[in-house]
């Protein structure tokens, strides 16, 4: 499988063989963006690689204000170049956390983004990835709910196409800090473009599918890998109750199992929560 990185919250860089053990390499925007804070925010950077380029979308901003910035490099360790202008900003930080995915079903790209009790959103991109389709709009698929656990926001967006279904995971409510209250959701749809079906509507009591235990809190904002074995991974943080500060997440990782519910397959974790011991992903 090769060398796998991954661009962690403050758009920092690492490598790792194995998925297990991880080598940190710098910041991967060393030179922040002409139009974006000195000493702002920047985190939530999503990386995909097509014809030669690493494209990093990031969300960069003030918190009044927050943006979606595209950063360019032939490495994948970087150095990115911002390509000089955001791709959308708004109001607070709904305009945060982006996931950027080619459809595989219609070649389309698209792109995913939300948070701050606003919707999670989606918009096509234009075949240069750097812009909107002209003439389209957001288009919202997945609502905040506060009568559901952990969904007054919803946030971080990672979508994966897998046996011709879109699986959209999402995490709410509170990522950080000494209140944090945090978990994984899950929606799916045989459209990128939704309608999605969550869990809930299918008749179980919520979304969640990884929520905190004894030992971790607040997991979430996760991405998904498959092995050379064809078992998929989920990656995400969480906080730790026994380290501090609370502010520290820590990488974690398990192994995705699935079940059918209602008529519909869907990922599972056998505890429903972060694991302290778990086998490793299978890598040649």
């Known amino acids: 499988m090769g060398k796998h990185f991954m661009l962690t919250p403050r758009t920092t860089v690492a490598s790792s063989v194995d998925l297990v053990n991880w080598k940190y ?12 804070p000195r000493d702002g925010l920047y985190w939530a950077p999503d990386v995909s690689y097509h014809d030669g ?3 990093m979308y990031y969300a960069a901003g003030f918190l009044r204000e927050m943006c979606i910035g595209v950063a360019l490099s032939v490495s994948p360790e970087g150095p990115f170049k911002d390509i000089g202008k955001p791709l959308l ?6 305009v945060v956390d982006p996931k950027q995915i080619d459809d595989p079903k219609t070649g389309k790209k698209y792109i995913f983004w939300g948070s701050d009790f606003g919707p999670i959103s989606m918009q096509e991109l234009a ?3 750097i812009s909107f389709v002209p003439g389209s709009s957001p288009i919202n698929v997945i609502h905040p709910n506060a009568t559901l656990p952990y969904q007054s926001l919803v946030e971080g967006a990672w979508v994966h196409y897998i046996n011709d279904t879109y699986y959209l995971f999402f995490s709410g409510d509170n990522c950080c800090g000494p209140k944090a209250h945090y978990a994984v959701m899950i929606a799916q749809s045989k459209h990128i473009e939704g309608p999605y079906v969550t869990l809930n509507e299918t008749g179980a009591p919520s979304n969640v599918i990884m929520q905190m235990n004894s030992r971790f809190i ?3 904002h996760n991405s998904v890998v498959q092995d050379d074995g064809g078992a ?14 609370e502010s520290i997440r820590w990488l974690m ?9 209602n008529g519909l397959i869907w990922p599972f974790f056998e505890t429903g929560s972060p694991s302290s011991t778990s086998v490793a992903p299978f890598i040649r």
């Open 89 to 94: 900003c708004g109001q607070g930080t709904h």
């Open 232 to 245: 998929y991974w989920m990656l995400y943080h969480a906080v730790s109750e026994t380290v501090f500060p």
């Open 25 to 36: 390499l710098g910041d991967a925007l060393p030179e922040k963006a002409s139009w974006g």
């Open 218 to 220: 607040a997991p979430g």
């Open 53 to 55: 380029v690493y494209y």
């Open 127 to 129: 075949d240069d990835r």
């Open 253 to 261: 990782m398990d192994k995705i199992s699935w079940r059918e519910h």
